[in-house]
C-alpha cells in the first residue's frame, strides 16, 4: 500500500521534458522531502536525489527535483530512451515514524 | 564502494519465519547511519519494511511490525531480518540498502508456496 501518490504512467516524447508529481501529507513529504528513485526492469532501485535535491555522483544533471507544499516534483529534461523507467519517491512520515513510498510512475518515451 | 547482497531461502512455506540476512562491505554501522529492507511484490510498487540505525534504533512498517525483527551484527556487517507467518502474498523480491538509499542490493525474490 502507497503512503505517497503518484500517477500511474506518464508518456512524453524524446527529448522533451518530463515533470513526475507526488503528494503527500505534512507529515512527510511537506516537512521531511522526498528522494527520488529510478528503477529499469529487473534491476534494483537507483537514487536519483536525495531529499535535500542532492544527485549521488554519476547521475546527470538532466535530473532535478523540487516542492511545493505536500508535493515533491522530479523535472527531466531532455528525455532519452534509457529514461525510460519506473519512478518512486519516498518519504519519511515523522507521524508514523516510518518511511513511506509512492506507487512508481512508468514513464514511456515516445 | 559500498555493496550489499542479500541472502536467505527463495522458496518458504505459508505459516513458516522468513530469515533474510544482508551482508553490506564499504560502511560500518557503528556511526552515523542505517540499513533497511524494502520489499517488491512481482509487477508491483516498493515496499519499506524495516530499518536499523547504528545505535540499534529501529523502526518498523506500521502495517507489519506485529511480523517483522531486524537486527545487527555489527561484527560481521550484517543485518538480519525476520518475518514470521509468511502467507502466498509475501511473495516479492526483498532488497536492503543503506540508509540513504544510494546503494541498494540486488534483491532475492523469496516465493511464498505450499
Known amino acids: 500500500q502507497a503512503g505517497l501518490t503518484q500517477p500511474p504512467s506518464v508518456s512524453k516524447d524524446l527529448r522533451q521534458t518530463a515533470t513526475l508529481t507526488c503528494t503527500g501529507n505534512s507529515n512527510n513529504v511537506g516537512s521531511q522531502g522526498a528522494a527520488w528513485l529510478q528503477q529499469h526492469q529487473g534491476h534494483p532501485p537507483k537514487l536519483l536525489l536525495n531529499?535535500?535535491?542532492n544527485r549521488p555522483s554519476g547521475i546527470s544533471e538532466r535530473f532535478s527535483a523540487s516542492r511545493s507544499g505536500n508535493t515533491a516534483s522530479l523535472t527531466i529534461t531532455g528525455l532519452q530512451p534509457e529514461d525510460e523507467a519506473d519512478y518512486y519517491c519516498s518519504a519519511w512520515d515523522s507521524s508514523l515514524r516510518a518511511q513511506v513510498f509512492g506507487g512508481g510512475t512508468k514513464l514511456t518515451v515516445l | 564502494q559500498i555493496t550489499l547482497k542479500e541472502s536467505g531461502p527463495t522458496l518458504v512455506k505459508p505459516t513458516q519465519t522468513l530469515t533474510l540476512t544482508c551482508t553490506f562491505s564499504g560502511f560500518s554501522l557503528r556511526s552515523g547511519v542505517g540499513v533497511g529492507w524494502i520489499r517488491q511484490p512481482p509487477g508491483k510498487a516498493l515496499e519499506w519494511l524495516a530499518l536499523i540505525y547504528w545505535n540499534d534504533d529501529k523502526r518498523y512498517s506500521p502495517s507489519l511490525k506485529s511480523r517483522l525483527s531486524i537486527t545487527k551484527d555489527t561484527s560481521k556487517n550484517q543485518v538480519v531480518l525476520t518475518m514470521t507467518n509468511m502467507d502466498p502474498v509475501d511473495t516479492a523480491t526483498y532488497y536492503c540498502?543503506?540508509?540513504?538509499?544510494?546503494?541498494w542490493g540486488q534483491g532475492i525474490l523469496v516465493t511464498v508456496s505450499s
Open positions: 531529499r535535500d535535491n
Open positions: 540498502a543503506h540508509g540513504g538509499w544510494g546503494s
